[in-house]
């Protein structure tokens, strides 16, 4: 059953899900620009990251109450790390209404956080799932080459005219997820990792009759 909402509404509390693996360069400037960019928290999930990068997420958790960290054995794939994320999230005590799943590179500009998550509720205007595409207007990409453009643009068209999605950016990986969503879909059956997570997702929360939305970022290409 799903979650009221209206809690969440008036006093949300975001829950920011990082996933790393030889992040150490990025790691600290990252989650400070999280922190800075939204009243929200961050759970740093590392995959046992050989550079170092689990300790330092140690270190930022013990400086600041706002971080959290979830160590993992291994890389085991972006879709199961957010996967470990969302369970942790939804059994935490401290009540998260909304799980964003998001890139530790700057890929993803936090400074687009307070957007999407106001974006993310119940009601008209509102919607479940809000994502942050490149391709609605006033998306788009920065210091991508012209195959790489190619290619995503040809998954994102693949995978809607597979699915009948309704998504312009269906392999999007900025997403913010009402918690009523992540408690209803059954987690364990989403078999997909890497960019095939990100449109399953998309497809279940859809097919389960939740409400999409997309709200344009420009998505630039990794400086580090």
Known sequence: M????DASRRDPRPLVLIPTYNERENLAAIVGATLRAAQVEALVI????PDGTGALADALAAAEPRVQVLHRPGKQGLGRAYLDGFRWGLASPRGYTHLISMDAD???DPGYLPGMIAACHEGPG????VIGS???PGGGTRDWGPGRRLISRLGGLYARTLLGLEVRDPTAGFVCYA???LSDLDLDEVAASGYGFQIEMKHRARRAGFVLRELPIVFPDRAR
């Open 46 to 49: 590392d995959d046992a990251s």
């Open 179 to 181: 918690r009523r969503v």
């Open 134 to 136: 490149r391709y609605v």
């Open 2 to 5: 799903s979650e009221p909402s």
């Open 106 to 108: 700057f890929s993803h």
């Open 126 to 129: 509102g919607a479940d799932v």
